[in-house]
């Protein structure tokens, strides 16, 4: 399965409301979860399951979708949300997404 | 607190082999599987492989198959990755991740940068 994450790149300003997509080759049942990673660190789990919250993330994180279509919304983007946002499906083998990198205006 | 600790990363000449080490702690390292993700410079993430809980099976990506082989010391908490007949498109930091119960990856190592060049 591909995952083709939109937009690529995304610019909003602190407080902002943000919507980021990725969408399957194919059905990935809600197998899908999304990472957060900042320059220089590793990748930290943000959801999992479509919409299920890892413990220790803001609640400002939320995840939605189905089928072939998800979403990962911030609800007021706060400036240290700075970072590249990767999705991963794990219904059929475990593929990433290209990222969208998200910058603060 | 899960902790990840990756070792042995640094620069290998094209063909040669190349093993990282991956000291687990904060957790029942012998309950869960575990992976190895890949980041090429300036590029996404990419799964290279994973091990069951028990070592009792591996499962890789196609590019590295035959070349690198997973596996684990439950009774050390550490986790392997022997890397054979590297290529330059093999330059990476490569991170540990620690595996839920379902196959995603819930915790990772800080990464180690493996860098395949003459």
């Known amino acids: 399965i591909q995952l083709t994450q939109s937009p690529s790149l995304l610019s909003a300003s602190v407080g902002d409301r943000v919507t980021l997509s990725c969408k399957g080759s194919q059905n990935i049942n809600n197998y899908l979860a999304w990472y957060q990673q900042k320059l220089g660190e590793a990748p930290k789990l943000l959801i999992y399951k479509t919409n299920s919250l890892q413990t220790g993330i803001p609640s400002r994180f939320s995840g939605s979708g189905s089928g072939t279509d998800y979403t990962l919304t911030i609800s007021s983007l706060h400036s240290e949300d700075l970072a590249t946002y990767y999705c991963y499906q794990y219904n059929n083998g475990f593929t990433f997404g290209s990222g969208t990198k998200l910058e603060i205006k | 607190e899960v902790q990840l600790v990756e070792s042995g990363g640094g620069l290998v000449q094209p063909g040669r082999s190349m093993k990282l080490s991956c000291a687990a702690s904060g957790f029942t390292f012998s309950s869960f599987a575990m992976a190895w993700v890949r980041q090429a410079p300036t590029k996404g993430l990419e799964w290279v492989a994973s091990?069951?809980?028990?070592?009792?099976?591996?499962y890789y990506r196609d590019s590295v198959k035959g070349r690198f082989t997973i596996s684990r010391d439950n009774a050390k908490s550490s986790l392997y990755l022997q890397m054979d007949s590297l290529r330059s498109e093999d330059t990476s930091t490569y991170y540990c991740a620690k595996v839920d119960w379902e196959p995603f990856f819930d915790y990772w190592g800080q990464g180690v940068m493996v860098t395949v060049s003459s």
């Open positions: 091990i069951s809980y028990d070592g009792g099976n591996t």
